[in-house]
T-cell receptor
Framework: EPEVTQTPSHQVTQMGQEVILRCVPI?????FYWYRQILGQKVEFLVS????????KSEIFDDQFSVERPDGSNFTLKIRSTKLEDSAMYFC???????????FGDGTRLSIL | DQQVKQNSPSLSVQEGRISILNCDYT??????FLWYKKYPAEGPTFLIS?????DKNEDGRFTVFLNKSAKHLSLHIVPSQPGDSAVYFC????????????FGKGTKLSVIP
């Protein structure tokens, strides 16, 4: 069964540094998403991406964050000037269309020191 | 702002019995609901969904019921198996052009052999 893959599985970064989280969505999917889950809290929506542009973003997704689809397969989340409170699990997801089930990767655990 | 509520943080069920996981929502714009299962160190896995125009959807051992007037949905697992032990998340799309899933906090199901 096709799956969403995320790398790395765990990233440790010093506060203030930039980090890039990578995702390979399911190949025939057209909609891509990033979510995060801070320890003990809900899974929260960050951003959705369709047709090479952001289609929706949450209040969390401020100027510190950016997304990119640099080629036909990868989808990346960049976090600039990381802060302690950015420590979380970051999940990438993809779906064939709107209002279809989103399929999630296994996440990247980001630890900011 | 708990638009999707899962009020039971945990549930224990004997193997072979029925597991019933509950979810309430407050946003009347929600029109498509999904259940995800999550094992430790993995991403959420899509289980089953239901559109607001239906009141029941069945897939093998899993059935989701939707009561729109009560803003309540439930996931029934029959018969429960030890491999069903996981955290179950209720999630919803609000339609109206929104791409994001809003998640509940999850219910940890333990199926006892």
């Amino acid at each position: 069964e096709p799956e969403v893959t995320q790398t790395p599985s765990h990233q440790v970064t010093q506060m203030g540094q930039e980090v890039i989280l990578r995702c390979v969505p399911i190949s025939n999917h057209l909609y891509f998403y990033w979510y995060r889950q801070i320890l003990g809290q809900k899974v929260e929506f960050l951003v959705s991406f369709y047709n090479n542009e952001i289609s929706e973003k949450s209040e969390i997704f401020d100027d510190q964050f950016s997304v990119e689809r640099p080629d036909g397969s990868n989808f990346t989340l960049k976090i600039r000037s990381t802060k302690l409170e950015d420590s979380a699990m970051y999940f990438c997801a993809s779906s064939e269309a709107m209002l279809q089930p989103q399929h999630f990767g296994d996440g990247t655990r980001l630890s900011i020191l | 702002d708990q638009q999707v509520k899962q009020n039971s943080p945990s549930l224990s069920v004997q193997e072979g019995r029925i597991s019933i996981l509950n979810c309430d929502y407050t946003n009347s714009m929600f029109d498509y609901f999904l259940w995800y299962k999550k094992y430790p160190a993995e991403g959420p896995t899509f289980l089953i969904s239901i559109s607001s125009i239906k009141d029941k959807n069945e897939d093998g051992r899993f059935t989701v019921f939707l009561n729109k007037s009560a803003k309540h949905l439930s996931l029934h697992i029959v018969p429960s198996q030890p491999g069903d032990s996981a955290v179950y998340f209720c999630a919803a799309y609000s339609g109206a052009g929104s791409y994001q899933l809003t998640f509940g906090k999850g219910t940890k199901l333990s199926v006892i052999p």
